[in-house]
RNA sequence: GGGCGGUUAGCUCAGCGGUAGAGCACUACGUUGACAUCGUAGGGGUCACUGGUUCGAUCCCAGUACCGCCCACCA
């Protein structure tokens, strides 16, 4: 299904694939010389910023600046900025790396590349490809050879031939003789007296030798920890200058394994790689076309920018669990004059790939020209177990399992030995094939042919490159077919400080603590009412703290209608009350068609946490705050047939609130289903709801308990401001009322007095002394306070709201009065605003009536 | 270094062309028969900064600053 290939690669491994963690280290930087060939010398000059030359002076060496001096033994050249003047004569000649044995040094190139910052260090750059990565590039660009000066263990290599041998090569190859990459590789560069030192061991010693021979570059420095002389006492005599070699501290990012807190160490590693190139192609344009749809769309910019730079695909990984690579390993075979010789370098193997070992036993004798498998043995990979193996620190699969099988007391003599390849492949290879693997593919099962493709794929936002894009490759590649056609990206659950939750970091919050405290409802609810499309989700206890308390709040309201309310009326999901003769009933029905056609618009375009809000609010701040309240004094009416149409709309609305909660909340709804009434079935196996809200809103119904919630919120407010004890019952004032408002207040009356703490209603032509004016739509009343009344203070009141309306009745009248905006602004924008305005205006007149009867009073 | 996202009330966050919202916290009052894990009423915001587009910008565009995440050989 896939291209794939072997080849060199820059990953590293240290003792194991582990996650890097980049973290700041305090490094150093040496300087050195690296002298110049057939004593060569230029004029080399420096200048400063305006062109005037600071230093000039005949060197016979190039000055380098490095942070990994042990690595100078596997230089392969030395690099400077094409514009930098300062090296322009010496572009081109040899330089020596000035470590080792003096009559083995190697020459390098000077060459130019990009890639030397000439404002940094010297601006003369060593160029190491099999341990940078940086060089690498460089090296691949100049077509420098690259030296492996390490093993597996992070040791100077101990392995191969002789240094002195291998220079010579290096010379030979370095000079333009064409060697192959194994050849290169199998170059031992390190000098016997570093060769099996640790690398940090090895970067003191190489230290130590250039510094020793006079090839570092010096400074003077009173600086005692660089050699400078402490200073005796203070003040008296300044610290001596002495001249030291030049060490600059240089804080450097380095990457550490997650796990072995090792600096990882990078290095050439033979790897398996997939063209990823060839399969992503359908994979950008399934998304592109819209047949996978990834919400939030900020996904899609992710998932293109990924796509569209990829770069082959390395699937080679170093640790011992996952899927080893089907590939084994045999000796290349060569039959000369009729004599079979069976190679076993390194870079000459052969590979058969195969579903088992029998299979690739088969293959290789028929490769081998065997007629049975009885020749062909399989030896055990080695094993990566560091301990184990620690003397081999070996890349090489079979040269490694032949020392173990070697070791283990056995002798190959006689047979052809093949080898699994020891790595396994990369996680995301072996994942990315989850939408097809779990159901039975190859197979062609029932299982495939019903769920796959699925419809949506919930996953959090940071994996989209790891898996998603992978499963959408990988798919199309294997089945040609898309996996998902909907993604959803949720975010990530992040500590209180904001930071990603980490088991090894170790702040990770155990949502069982969470349920232990707050309950599985509150914590869930929470979740989804935090859910915000792109968001990152900041776990905020108190949040969770107010949904536990919802949750109660539902519980309660239950409770007080366990006594009131009648469930079995209608049919919780199909049955929807009718012919109401209440218009609180005719209200409440309304709401709850509403909030359910925004909780269904919010789940269909995953916005979780409207869906959870919306109910909130209705819950909370329309069935609890209100219904249950207007209902009171239904339920306790004299007119059975009120009673009863209020018993039975209660119990329907109740019925929605858990329905329509219990996909928040599973657990409080599914217990008030139980205990409410006796039921066919679980909640959760409840239909959902399909009421629309065009067929429920009564608009009428709608508009006079809006009314009613005003006057009602007007009057607390107005008494409330005013000092009324909030346990007195106060007469309310009529001065005038229109036709609609006089027929809500009828219908009404007991429920605006209940709520709002009125004991009666009087109708006056005009407030008396001591009376507050409260306007509403449609007419004035009045609070009599009788001397309760502060003149003063009622006065502020009343300018602090007109203030208020005519701030934004002047913005309202601004812009009516431009034509430029009443020309371009939509018209309902422009109908809205005038309304606006006039209902403004009629607010404010109402209030300086009230202001003028003060006045009077006074 | 690259990419993505964020910066809105004291805190945690919604909103994203028509002048700003929630929960918590805060203030005052309250044991009114569902609920003090509660109720009622309130205070609180030059929507990071600077420009631009527009009749109009918290919202769109450009830039700046700070913060976070992912990737870091690829970016």
């Known amino acids: 299904y896939f291209n794939v290939w072997r080849a060199r690669s820059r990953w590293l491994e240290n003792h194991f694939y582990a996650p890097m963690l980049y973290l700041e280290v305090a490094g150093h930087m040496w300087h050195f010389k690296y002298p110049l060939a ?49 090296y322009a004569p010496i572009v081109g000649k040899l330089c020596e790396i000035p470590v080792g044995p003096k009559e083995h040094r190697r020459l390098i190139p000077i060459i130019t590349d990009e890639y030397p910052d000439p404002d940094f260090g ?78 940090f061991e090895a970067r003191k010693r190489v230290v130590a030798d250039i510094t020793a021979e006079g090839l570092a570059v010096m400074t003077m420095s009173d600086d005692p920890r660089l050699g400078g002389k402490p200073k005796k006492t203070k003040g008296e005599e300044p610290a001596p200058m002495v001249e030291v070699p030049l060490v600059e501290a240089k804080p450097i990012m380095q990457p550490f394994g997650d796990r072995s807190k090792v600096v990882i160490e990078p290095m050439l590693t033979d790897q398996w790689f997939v063209d990823a ?61 009729g004599v079979e010789t069976l190679n076993f370098e390194p870079g000459q193997l052969v590979h058969f790939v195969a579903r088992n070992a029998e299979e690739a036993r088969a293959k290789a004798a028929a490769h081998y020209g065997h007629e049975g498998t009885e020749k062909i043995i399989v030896l055990r990979s080695f094993d990566r177990d560091p301990p184990k193996n620690a003397e081999d620190g070996n890349l090489d699969p079979m040269s490694g399992a032949i020392a173990a099988t070697q070791r283990a007391g056995y002798d190959p003599e006689g047979t052809i030995p093949i080898v699994q390849d020891p790595d396994v492949l990369d996680t995301w290879f072996s994942s990315g094939l989850w939408p097809i693997g779990t159901l039975g593919w190859p197979e062609d ?70 349920i232990d405290e707050y309950g599985a409802d509150a914590l869930r ?61 005719a209200w409440i029905v309304g ?30 701040g329309k069935v609890c705050d209100w219904y249950v309240e207007f209902a009171e004094p239904l339920l306790a009416s004299e007119d059975t047939a009120v009673q009863a149409e209020t018993r039975q709309t209660m119990g329907w609305v109740l019925d929605q609130c858990m329905i329509l909660l219990h996909p928040f909340m599973p657990f409080i709804t599914e217990e008030l289903w139980a205990t409410t009434a006796k039921r066919p079935n679980m ?69 605006i007095m209940r709520l709002a703490r009125v004991e009666s209603l009087h109708l006056v032509d005009a407030l008396p002394k001591g009376a507050v004016t409260l306007p509403c739509e449609g007419g004035v009343f009045g609070l009599p306070l009788s001397d309760a009344i502060d003149v003063d203070e009622e006065k502020e009141r009343l300018s602090k709201s007109m203030g208020k309306l005519e701030k934004e009745l002047g913005g309202l009248q601004g812009r009516l009065n431009n034509p430029k905006f009443v020309a371009s602004a939509p018209d309902e924008v422009v109908e809205e605003n005038r309304e606006r305005a006039a209902q403004l205006q009629d607010e404010i007149s109402k209030l300086s009536a009230a202001v003028d009867r003060l006045a009077e009073l006074a």
């Open 38 to 86: 057939d004593g060569v010398t230029y004029e080399y000059v420096e200048k400063d910023e305006d062109g005037n030359v600071t230093l000039r002076e005949t060197r016979d060496y190039i000055s380098i600046a490095t942070t990994r001096p042990e690595t100078m033994l596997g230089d392969g050249a030395v690099a400077v900025h094409p514009s930098d003047e300062r």
């Open 122 to 199: 010297s601006g003369a750059v060593k160029i190491t490809g099999a341990h940078d990565f940086n060089d690498y590039q460089v090296a691949k660009r100049g077509g420098i050879p690259m030296y492996r000066l390490m093993d597996t263990q992070g040791k100077m290599r101990a392995d191969g031939a002789g240094y002195a041998q291998c220079a010579e090569t290096a010379q030979d190859i370095a000079g333009g003789r064409e060697a192959s990459e194994a050849e290169v590789d199998a170059l031992n560069l390190v000098p016997e007296s570093y060769r099996g030192l640790d690398r």
């Open 277 to 337: 190139e060839k399969i992503v192609g359908p994979a950008l344009d399934s998304v592109r076309s819209g047949e996978v749809k990834i919400v939030p769309e900020s996904g899609e910019k992710t998932y293109y920018h990924w796509l569209e730079n990829i770069e082959p695909w390395c699937i080679s990984r170093q640790l011992w669990w996952g899927h080893q690579i089907p590939v084994w390993y045999g000796p290349s075979r060569e039959v000369v004059n």
């Open 445 to 514: 099962s029932d299982e495939l042919a019903r769920y796959f493709p699925t419809s949506v794929l919930v996953t959090g936002q940071d994996i989209l490159f790891f898996w998603v894009a992978r499963m959408i490759m990988m798919q199309l590649a294997v089945v040609d077919k898309i996996p998902f056609h909907e993604v959803y990206l949720h975010g990530l659950v992040r500590d209180a400080k904001g930071k990603k939750m980490s088991k090894s970091v170790g702040n990770v919050i155990d949502p069982l603590e969470i």
């Open 525 to 585: 609810f929470a979740s989804a009412a935090m859910a915000a499309l792109g968001g990152v989700l900041k776990l905020d206890m108190q949040r969770i703290a107010g949904y536990r308390n919802f949750g109660t709040k539902l519980w309660n309201a239950t409770r007080f209608a366990e006594m009131n309310a009648v469930y079995d009326h209608y049919d919780p999901a199909a049955g929807v009350p009718s012919d109401l003769s209440q218009t609180a009933n």
């Open 591 to 620: 709401e709850t068609a509403r909030v359910r056609e925004e909780v269904d618009a919010a789940l269909a375009a995953y916005k979780f946490n409207d869906a959870a809000l919306g109910l909130y609010a209705y819950v909370w």
């Open 683 to 751: 909640i959760v196996h409840a239909d959902w709801p399909s009421y629309g809200a065009s067929d429920l809103i009564n608009s009428a119904a709608d508009k006079e308990m809006t009314w009613v919630i005003t006057l009602i919120e007007n009057i607390r407010s107005l008494r409330a401001q005013m000092h009324v004890p909030a346990g007195l019952k106060l007469p309310l004032l009529q001065l005038e009322l229109d036709e609609a408002g006089q027929a809500a207040w009828d219908r009404n009356a007991a429920l």
